[in-house]
């Protein structure tokens, strides 16, 4: 049967028991599909008939037949063939996966749909999260399309605009914590464990990286059920990165695919706690106390999926790599100028990360390469005004226009 289990000890528990963390050695959970069983199922099932989207995937999902979804139609984003971006950084084969499609603009919508339609199945009528932004954004929209109750706490100050203009207008109650978003991750654990009603959100809930698995899932559908070679994502919390391959590896066991990609996981240098255990292959990791980079979406210590994330990159013969702020702003420029793409910071670490790699000789340029971009441009516009061209005030009048556009002015001889 599909159950819940603690990556550590293997304890199991069943999938309508509310638990984060397991009873007997405190370690994290993950759902553990029952293959047999679903590939019984697969056999009488439509699901190759319905649209790309994360609901396409219903029958890998553990959630009761007789649910209804809280579903604002996520997944089914665009697989982008970057042909000219690749040629910039010397690849034949590369592709953008550009999460920013989906409804809230960001790949947290996928775990959100499969979390929300899983705490109303519960019965929950409030649920909560800590968040850097995006999290927070999708959640208040999931649960506004539930009708429940959603708090969200931020780092004071700290989280870019659009995200918390999305979580404040969806009537989420916003708590600005006056500390980094570790400490409101900490805070919201506490409560989710004092306060048995609320129903917690984050990534460390298993439900939600079940959504996200259906990331993986759909790079093999567009890639006509291949794998790449390598998928470079970002790297915060440590959630997706787990999600994207344990994706993998049940279309692989399924038979789906033949092969398994390298994961290849991005942060920024001021809070790169998992690059760093990966770089000493150490089996644990040092929190960094204060996090700091431009990408505010991964501005994390202490990310609480990193030993899933560690086993991901091991189990793949994958890696992990640290980026700059500028190489971070720079990816995301070129990504807007040669693809037209427009990503947020954080999303343009995978691309920063790529051409690192392929500079330093770890990726070779026959590689098929996905990079995951995971939330749109518009969730952080001050970033995208600062180092762009600012517009230029001119008269309203023609020639102010055309000498500002430096064109010579025709001059129409009368007849
Ligand atoms: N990219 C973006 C745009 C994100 O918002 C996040 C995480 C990540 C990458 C990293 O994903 O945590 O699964 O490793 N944002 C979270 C939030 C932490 O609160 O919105 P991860």
Same mark, same amino acid.
């Given at each position: 049967m599909t159950h819940q289990e603690c990556i550590n000890c293997k304890t199991t528990y069943g999938i309508d028991e509310i638990i984060y963390f397991c009873k007997k050695c405190g370690d994290i959970l993950e759902i553990k599909l029952d293959f047999k069983e679903l590939s019984e199922t697969l056999k009488g099932s439509d699901w190759l008939s319905k649209p790309l989207s994360v609901w396409r995937y219903r029958d890998f999902m553990p959630i009761h037949e007789a649910t209804k979804v809280v579903t604002l139609n996520e997944g089914g984003t665009g697989l982008h063939r970057s042909e000219r971006l690749g040629a910039e950084l010397?690849?034949?084969? !590369?592709?953008?996966?550009?999460?920013?499609?989906n409804p809230t603009g960001s790949f947290k919508d996928r775990g959100m749909t499969v979390g929300v339609t899983k705490a109303v199945e519960l019965g929950a009528r409030h649920v909560i999260c800590a968040s850097t932004g995006n999290t927070s954004a999708s959640l208040a929209a999931y649960a506004a399309r539930?009708?429940?109750?959603?708090? $969200?706490?931020?780092?004071?100050?700290?989280?870019?605009?659009?995200? !918390?203009?999305?979580?404040?207008?969806?009537?989420?109650?916003?708590?600005? $914590?006056?500390?980094?978003?570790?400490?409101? !991750?900490?805070? $919201?654990?506490? !409560?989710?464990?004092?306060?048995?009603?609320?129903?917690?959100?984050?990534s460390i809930n298993p439900f939600r990286i079940e959504g996200q698995k259906s990331l993986g899932y759909e790079i093999c559908e567009q890639l006509n059920n291949q794998a790449p070679d390598r998928i470079i994502i970002p790297v915060g919390n440590a959630g997706n990165i787990s999600a994207v391959w344990k994706g993998m590896t049940e279309f692989h066991t399924l038979g789906f695919i033949k092969t398994l990609p390298k994961m290849t996981g991005i942060q920024a240098v001021g809070s790169a706690p998992i690059v760093q255990a990966i770089k000493t292959n150490s089996d644990k990791i040092i929190p960094v106390e204060h996090p700091e980079t431009v990408a505010t979406a991964i501005r994390i210590g202490a990310p609480v999926s990193w030993k899933k994330a560690v086993n991901a990159i091991h189990e793949s013969n994958g890696t992990a790599e640290t980026v700059t702020d500028e190489e971070i702003l720079d990816a995301q420029k070129i990504l807007a100028r040669i693809e037209g793409i427009f990503v947020e910071p954080a999303s343009a670490s995978s691309i920063a990360g790529l051409k690192k790699l392929v500079k330093n000789g770890v990726i070779s340029k026959d590689e098929r390469v996905v990079c995951i971009t995971t939330g749109h441009g518009l969730k952080d516009p001050d970033t995208a005004v600062k180092m762009s061209e600012k517009p230029v005030e001119v008269e309203a009048e023609m020639k102010a226009i055309e000498d500002a556009l430096g064109l010579k002015r025709q001059v129409i001889l009368a007849r």
């Amino acid at each position: 049967m599909t159950h819940q289990e603690c990556i550590n000890c293997k304890t199991t528990y069943g999938i309508d028991e509310i638990i984060y963390f397991c009873k007997k050695c405190g370690d994290i959970l993950e759902i553990k599909l029952d293959f047999k069983e679903l590939s019984e199922t697969l056999k009488g099932s439509d699901w190759l008939s319905k649209p790309l989207s994360v609901w396409r995937y219903r029958d890998f999902m553990p959630i009761h037949e007789a649910t209804k979804v809280v579903t604002l139609n996520e997944g089914g984003t665009g697989l982008h063939r970057s042909e000219r971006l690749g040629a910039e950084l010397g690849l034949k084969n !590369l592709y953008v996966k550009n999460e920013g499609e989906n409804p809230t603009g960001s790949f947290k919508d996928r775990g959100m749909t499969v979390g929300v339609t899983k705490a109303v199945e519960l019965g929950a009528r409030h649920v909560i999260c800590a968040s850097t932004g995006n999290t927070s954004a999708s959640l208040a929209a999931y649960a506004a399309r539930a009708g429940i109750k959603c708090t $969200v706490l931020i780092p004071s100050g700290k989280i870019a605009y659009g995200k !918390l203009s999305q979580a404040m207008i969806h009537g989420a109650k916003v708590l600005q $914590v006056k500390g980094n978003f570790d400490q409101a !991750l900490e805070f $919201v654990l506490k !409560l989710a464990e004092k306060h048995k009603d609320i129903y917690l959100l984050n990534s460390i809930n298993p439900f939600r990286i079940e959504g996200q698995k259906s990331l993986g899932y759909e790079i093999c559908e567009q890639l006509n059920n291949q794998a790449p070679d390598r998928i470079i994502i970002p790297v915060g919390n440590a959630g997706n990165i787990s999600a994207v391959w344990k994706g993998m590896t049940e279309f692989h066991t399924l038979g789906f695919i033949k092969t398994l990609p390298k994961m290849t996981g991005i942060q920024a240098v001021g809070s790169a706690p998992i690059v760093q255990a990966i770089k000493t292959n150490s089996d644990k990791i040092i929190p960094v106390e204060h996090p700091e980079t431009v990408a505010t979406a991964i501005r994390i210590g202490a990310p609480v999926s990193w030993k899933k994330a560690v086993n991901a990159i091991h189990e793949s013969n994958g890696t992990a790599e640290t980026v700059t702020d500028e190489e971070i702003l720079d990816a995301q420029k070129i990504l807007a100028r040669i693809e037209g793409i427009f990503v947020e910071p954080a999303s343009a670490s995978s691309i920063a990360g790529l051409k690192k790699l392929v500079k330093n000789g770890v990726i070779s340029k026959d590689e098929r390469v996905v990079c995951i971009t995971t939330g749109h441009g518009l969730k952080d516009p001050d970033t995208a005004v600062k180092m762009s061209e600012k517009p230029v005030e001119v008269e309203a009048e023609m020639k102010a226009i055309e000498d500002a556009l430096g064109l010579k002015r025709q001059v129409i001889l009368a007849r």
